[in-house]
């Protein structure tokens, strides 16, 4: 069933693939946000930094070769993270396994993606609802190709949906479960890839399980994934600051410039991107100023430039932090969070 399920051939129309976007890697994400999760409820999490770099994680956290086999390992790799230092290179002969052990409730997988500009091949991500390593109950929920050739991102379940591919940027995974309501729904990027059943939209006839995860190779280049989670929606979720810090500099007409950054975590220590951080800013001439910026994906930092020509004390307090489904929850003695600069 395996060989089966894993060599779909899918026949596309070749679509016009986004202008990919340049990033260096080896910078935080804001791994999960939104209403529909909560990091404070985590029942897995995997960001692969616990362990030595360049080393086969068979048999590590969990992780073992499709089968129990030794043969089918990945790598950890520092070329890219999205949680430095590490994430794990699939390629080639990688067919790498996590199982679990869920049979209800309503849950949401995460993990970030990247796949460099001279990917080549198909590479799979999969989730079983059954799973064993003599391969007598496997039984497929998750197909999701990642076709080279067209440059792009196809479901092989019944419900089919295809994607333009994104490389050189990392890119979010998050598939919706819902055990009790036998429903799933996948999600590349922020866009809607498909939604179905769990235990009929790929093998069919499945059972309402979490068995595994499955990242298959399937002989390609690599492809590189972070900061895993599985997590159950239920409290809301906490956001703190993380650090609020200022660097000055001289703008062309001699004007000193005062660059602050506030940046944003939830109850996990992971970066919050979109979260509305309204700050009140007191520049040495005097006044404060009220200010909202949003918070980046990969970094879960706000960016506040002020100019002056006056030398003194430089004031940001952040007064609130905004997102759907978060709470701002500051730290004692921190209402507002202020911090202070000189020059």
Known sequence: MKTLLKLVVVVLVA???????S??????????????V?????DWYENWDSYPTDTSV????????????????????????????????IMVDSDLVHEYAIDSGVWTYTAWQYIPTNFSGESYFIMLN????????????????????????VNTGVSGGTLPMIKDQWVELRLEIDLDANTQAFYYGGALLYSGTWTDEVSGGGITSIACVDLFANGATPVYY??????????????HIGDISGTFHSDPYGRTMLLMWVTVHNANHLPLGEVAVDATITPPQGGAYARTRITKAL?????????SGTAGTWQLCVDNLTLAGFVYQ???????ACAQWFN
Request: charged residues 15%; without cysteine.
């Open 15 to 21: 679509l016009t693939l986004a202008a990919p976007v």
């Open 23 to 36: 990033a260096k890697t080896a910078v935080p994400t804001a791994g999960i946000a939104g209403p529909q």
């Open 38 to 42: 909560a990091p404070n409820l985590v």
């Open 58 to 89: 068979h048999g590590l956290g969990g992780w073992k070769g499709w089968a129990n086999s030794p043969a089918a390992t990945a790598y950890t790799r520092d070329e890219y993270s999205v949680s430095a230092p590490n994430s794990i290179e």
């Open 130 to 153: 059954q799973y064993d390593d003599a391969g007598m109950t496997n039984n497929w929920s998750v197909q999701v190709d990642f076709m080279s050739a067209t440059n792009s991102v």
């Open 226 to 239: 972070d900061d895993f989670s599985l997590v159950e929606p239920g409290a809301q979720e906490t956001m």
């Open 299 to 307: 970094t879960g930092a706000a960016r506040f430039p002020w100019g």
């Open 330 to 336: 500051p730290a004692d003695n921190d209402v507002p």
